[in-house]
Structure formats: C-alpha cells, structure tokens
C-alpha cells in the first residue's frame, strides 16, 4: 500500500511541477520538480536536505552544485509564481476573502546573506535581521480551505526596492488581476494606511481593513476619531467565539453593530465601520465597503471574515514549521526569493492540487493516515498532510518521478521486424 500511495505522490507531483514550470527550459523544469519533491520529501527548504532526497547516483556535492547554481535563474519565481496563481484565481469566487498578511523572515545568525536588513521578529517581539514576506491567500467564510494565491519575499535595502506600501499594493493588484476583480481584500490593522486606500478605494476595490482607531471619519458630517465612534457605537447583536490560541481554546462573549461613515479623502464613497466589543478592552474595529443593514447576518458576516484572517496566521506558521524556512541557508537574494516561491508551491501542491479530483482526496485521506499523530489530524490539516507526504515519500524514497524518466537507460534492443 506505501509504495502504490507512493507512486501515485511522485506521479501527482511529475504532473503539477510540469504544468507550474511551463514556459522554463527542460533543465530548468526538471531542477523545479526536484525541489519540489526534495522540500516535500524532507520537509527542509536546505538545498543540502534537497539533494539528498534525490539520491542520485553521484556525489551529493555535485547534486548539490547543481541545483544551487540552476536555483539562481530570476524566471524561475516569475514562471513559478504566475502559474500557481493563474490556478488559484479559478477557485475565487465574488465573496471569497483575499487575505493579505505581512510576516518576517527572521535569519538570526546569517551576517552574509545579500541584503540582510532589520525586521521585527513576530513571534519574539523584538528586532532582528532577516527579510519581509506578504502573501495573500483566498478563503471562505465559515470554511476550513485555503487557497495560496501571491507571496513575494523583499528586503529593504534590495536594489529593487521601492517601498513596503508598493509591495503590499503590487500582490493585491496581482491578484486582483488574475481574478478579474473578484474577491475581498482583507488586511489586519497594518494595512490601515493612507497610500493603501488611495489605491483601493478609487480603485472601487471591495476590502475589510482593522482600523488602529487614530484616525478620522467623516459621520453625520462631522470629523470624528474612530475609536470615539467605536466606544459609542450601539452593538445590538451577540454572539460566543472559541478561538484558539497555542494550543489553548479561549471562549469570547462578544457585542457587534456598526455605523455608515466616510473617509475625509473620499467622501462620495460611503463605507461602514463594524465594531466589536469583548476581544479586549478597546473595541475592535472595521472598515468595510460592504454594505452593512440591520439584519444580524449581514453584520455577522463582517465579523466571520475578520476571524477568518485568524487562519492565515496559522498558516504562515505551518509553512515556516513544515519546511523549516527560517533554516533556508542560500546566500544570494534571488536564490532565496526562488525558494520561497517553490515553498508556497509545496504547500499549493497540498492544499489545493491534490484535492481538485475525486480520486487525488482518496489519496489525502491515505497521506493523512501516514502523517501519524498523537492526537490524531488535527482540524488545521494541512500539517498532518505535510507529515503524511513526507512520510511517503522518505518510505518509497527513489526520488521524482521526472528525473528517474530522463536518468532510464535507453532501451537498446532491435526491434524484431525493424526494416
């Protein structure tokens, strides 16, 4: 049963590097479905752990070199990238949430890593070096899929740069591209700037931002502070959320209404600000274009897309976990945005592709079951289905299905009744 749920991976996986590759050269090609494969295989983004998945008959150092040097080709994140988010934009829908979030790649001992630059370690709450990553990822509310859209991977000090705001905007207008404007752009309260509006907004960009509360809306007329609207704001409806948090389920009693209001800047756009209250002391607050009335589903619904970003952060810790990015070792800056491309295709390759037909979720199922836990698959899945596709393929081993092809000994034999 390992090997048949193991041939069917490699084959699954020869299929979707082929058709995420398209447009590269066959070397090219084949380095992306060994990488693809390798990160899988050893849940490592270390080209090292790579080129031993392979198991290659030839010296490792040579696997190595090879896909190290093959790994610096700039068109690889361009191909790569449009590709996957060319097959992500067919699953959103008019309402499917666009989930912007923006994280770090903290690299704490590197000193010779291009273009190294000061972040804000997340997790440790503090300052370190290391890299930006934003990505943008589709979601339904009251559902548990997930569908990676955009990431790009960016330094300050990076020839290239221009500035965090035109990194965010080129992902959302990306997307929004490829989507043909479908979808709502959600972005936690770091998003609450001026140059982001200046875009959406006359850009009749459908969003959902978190508000710091500092600055001021236009209600009845008048300018008035958003935390001063939120604190008297009525919230007629209420409802109880468990969310969870490390491992720790924590129960909410929350209140929630809203109230129309405008941006000084814009003020023919009318806009509402849903306000929630019990997360903490200060009122939780949202900017929507989505019109709100008072019916408590419409309102709810606002709420429900707020938490739904909750997930994504989920996310960004399993593809740091499940593939170890923060050990990513590459020393060139192009390199290492390549492999944070190929990262997000490993998890699209999970999240997404095997589960587009039938017959790849009785598969999921299998690869779930291998993926044994302690306490069983947990409700975010996607971390018992990197364990479970790792374990496969460590167990089956023989490397990608498309480099065994290319390495087969030509078939020599004369056919019988060649003329």
Known sequence: MIHQIGGKLRAKIHEFSGEVS????????????????????RGSVRVSEVARALEEEIALDKTHERLRRNL????????????LLEQGAKRIGKHTLLIVDLSDLRKKYAQKMEYLAGIRDGSEKELGLGYWLCEVIGAEVGSAE????????????????????????????????????RGIVVLDRGGDRRELYAELVPGRARFLIRQRGDR?????????????????????????????????????????????????EWPEVLLWLVVVRGFGE???M?????????KRSVVWWAVAAYLTR?????????????????????????????LATLVLA??????????RKAKLKILVVHLLRAGKRLFGVPDFRYYALADGIQTILRRVGKGPLGARRAAAPEDRQIPLFQT
Not at 22 to 41: C, D, F, S, T
Not at 346 to 355: K, M, P
């Open 216 to 264: 001021d809306l236009l209600y009845q007329g008048e300018l008035r502070e958003t935390r001063e609207l939120a604190r008297s704001c009525p919230t007629p409806y209420a409802e109880t959320v468990v969310k969870e948090d490390k491992g720790h389920e924590k129960v909410y009693r929350i209140e929630f209404g809203f109230r129309p209001v405008r941006l000084p």
């Open 346 to 355: 490993c998890f699209f390759f999970g999240a997404v592709y095997l589960g």
């Open 22 to 41: 398209l447009g590269l050269g066959k070397v090219k090609r084949r380095m992306v479905e060994e990488m693809i494969y390798g990160i899988q295989a």
């Open 282 to 284: 200060e009122p939780l």
């Open 286 to 294: 949202l900017l929507t274009t989505e019109p709100m009335r008072l």
């Open 72 to 83: 610096g080709d700039p068109a690889i994140r361009e191909v790569v990238g449009s590709a």
């Open 146 to 181: 997930l569908t990676p859209l955009a990431q790009s991977l960016w330094s300050q000090k990076a020839e290239d740069f221009v500035s965090e705001n035109e990194e965010i905007l080129r992902q959302i207008r990306r997307v929004r591209t490829a989507t043909a404007g």
């Open 310 to 338: 909750w997930r994504v952060e989920e996310t960004i810790r399993f593809i740091k976990q499940s593939y170890q990015l923060e050990d990513i070792r590459v020393l060139s800056y192009e390199r290492l945005r390549n």
